[in-house]
């Protein structure tokens, strides 16, 4: 059985991502937020990415905004797009 438990709108079959090699360093690309985490935000970026959210891809607190944030959920919310 496949079906999945995740209960975001992405499409989580990993047939319509595009390949993560079409990819370039230092590409800029947007997507949703599907989760925020003290740590940073999950992005739907498109790309067929590895691990608990397919097609997501890890945006670091650090690499958000040049100051820091002290606390990100009054920064970013699951839902925005960046």
Do not use: E, M, W
């Not at 790309?47 to 997501?56: E, F, L, N, Q, V």
């Not at 040049?66 to 699951?78: A, E, F, G, P």
């Amino acid at each position: 059985n496949n079906t999945s438990s995740n209960n975001n709108n992405n499409n989580n079959n990993p047939k319509s991502f595009k390949p993560l090699k079409d990819l370039k360093l230092g590409s800029k690309i947007s997507g949703k937020i599907i989760d925020v985490c003290d740590f940073g935000v999950f992005v739907h970026i498109g790309y067929a990415t590895r691990g608990s959210r397919p097609g997501a891809a890890l945006l670091h607190i650090s690499q958000i905004d040049d100051d820091r944030i002290q606390n990100i959920h009054d920064v970013l919310r699951k839902g925005d797009t960046v």
